[in-house]
């Protein structure tokens, strides 16, 4: 199983990271989290259900779609606050 720390191999995972660390109370779709990162859809949602399977997303799942917000859980705010201060500075 992934872990977070695991996650800062991907581009794709750390964009979506940045997106809701700084956008923390914004919940979005595959396709529009895929247009604020400029990624393809697919991808990003492949991505965004990783992030849900490890808790770092919440899926907000209705039956058109699928919304995604951000943990509300300090810890893994804290960690992934760390792991894209470290990807700045590397």
Do not use: C
């Not at 396709?31 to 770092?56: F, N, Q, Y």
Request: no cysteine; net charge positive; hydrophobic share 40%.
């Amino acid at each position: 199983m992934k872990k977070i720390d695991d996650l800062a191999k991907s581009d794709i995972h750390m964009k979506i990271l940045a997106f809701f660390h700084e956008n923390q109370a914004s919940i979005d779709t595959p396709r529009g989290v895929a247009t604020w990162i400029r990624e393809d859809r697919a991808k990003v949602k492949r991505a965004l259900e990783d992030l849900v399977s490890l808790k770092v997303l919440v899926a907000h799942r209705a039956t058109s779609t699928t919304g995604y917000g951000y943990t509300s859980s300090n810890t893994i705010i804290s960690k992934v606050g760390r792991l894209l201060g470290k990807r700045k500075t590397s």
